[in-house]
């Protein structure tokens, strides 16, 4: 069990760690998939650097000095959270379970939503982002997947004793690592349906009768994570108080993951209050 488990070891992760195990508390912060500060080829806008610093030297002496300190940083994709009946936070990842009294979501921000036609118009009516949250919708109903890394297959395993018929599409991107379920690697044209979605179209003009599509594109991010506790979003932005808390008691987010200016500055501000603001919560817990 740790005090505080951070999704995220980018600015925003790393700086609420540095403040959590300051305060003497277990942290363990969890990473995968490239951070936007890895892609910054300079960052010569923060405070501190003369001639600025190269985005992937910053992120990774951030996780140096973490561990320096004793955090413990694993390179491990998060696939899903939930909350259990100790109001304490689990975070699955493919070879481990994490329990933590306290969670801070500091995934960067990532787009929901793919490129293709139809997505929004059935979104709340056959498109779905969520599997814990509607698969309960699609009972013995014909669903997909779209994605193809560890994420979608962790939404289909999901799925897999609520639904029909279930199968994995990726638009046109390599098939994942699975024999369990069947994998269509076609790209998509559209989704079409009246009312509610009813079919895929693919670019080769070949289609498939469908009642939900779960997209899972991609390594899961803050909102996928939000969607699955019940963390209130705005668009894709988590939303957040002054003090990082979100709407439901323990979690927290922090960075990019919480919109508003997309820069260092402020995903270590944001890092530095979600830490603090998660150890306070701890210790209202522990009286
Ligand atoms: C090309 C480019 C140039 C930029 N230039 C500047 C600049 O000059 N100045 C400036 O201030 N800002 C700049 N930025 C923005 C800056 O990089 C971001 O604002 C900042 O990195 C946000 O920090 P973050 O911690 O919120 O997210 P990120 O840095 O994106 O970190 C996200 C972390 O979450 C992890 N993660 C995501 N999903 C999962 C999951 N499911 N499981 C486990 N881990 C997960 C990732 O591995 C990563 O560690 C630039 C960004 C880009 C792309």
Redesign the pocket.
């Known amino acids: 069990m740790y005090d505080v488990i951070i ?7 790393i700086s609420a760690s540095l403040y959590a195990k300051r305060a003497n508390r277990s942290v363990l912060v ?8 890895e ?2 080829h300079l ?4 405070y501190g650097f003369d001639g600025g610093i190269s ?1 992937k030297e910053l992120y990774e002496n951030g996780i140096a000095q973490a561990r320096s300190l004793g955090v413990e940083v694993v390179n491990e ?2 696939l899903n959270v939930t909350m259990n009946a100790s109001m304490n936070y689990e975070v699955s990842t493919a070879a481990n379970k994490y329990e933590g009294k306290s969670l801070i979501i ?3 921000n990532k787009k929901l939503k793919p490129d293709i036609k139809g997505v929004e118009a059935y979104e709340g009516r056959g498109i779905s982002y969520c599997a814990v949250c509607d698969g309960f919708f699609y009972r013995k109903k014909s669903v997909a997947v779209l994605g193809n890394e560890a994420y979608a297959l962790s939404e289909a395993d999901e799925l897999e004793n609520i639904v029909g018929k279930l199968v994995i599409l990726t638009d046109g991107k390599p098939a994942p690592e699975t024999d369990k379920y069947e994998v269509i690697t076609k790209k998509i044209s559209e989704f079409v349906g009246e009312v509610k979605l009813s079919k895929v179209v693919f670019e080769d003009g070949s289609e498939l009768e469908l009642d939900g599509v779960f997209i899972a594109q991609g ?3 803050g909102a996928d994570f939000a969607k699955k506790l019940g963390v209130t979003l705005n668009g894709s932005d988590i939303k957040v108080n002054p003090d990082m808390s979100t709407n439901l008691k323990g979690v927290f987010a922090c ?3 919480t919109g508003g200016l ?4 402020k ?1 270590v501000y944001e890092g530095a209050e979600a830490g603090l603001s998660a150890v306070k919560y701890i210790k209202s817990k522990e009286n």
């Open positions: 999704i995220g070891a980018g600015p925003a992760g969890l990473y995968s998939g490239e951070s936007q500060l892609k910054a960052i010569d806008n923060y985005g994709e998060a500091s995934t960067g390594v899961a991010g960075g990019n993951a997309l820069q260092v500055c995903a």
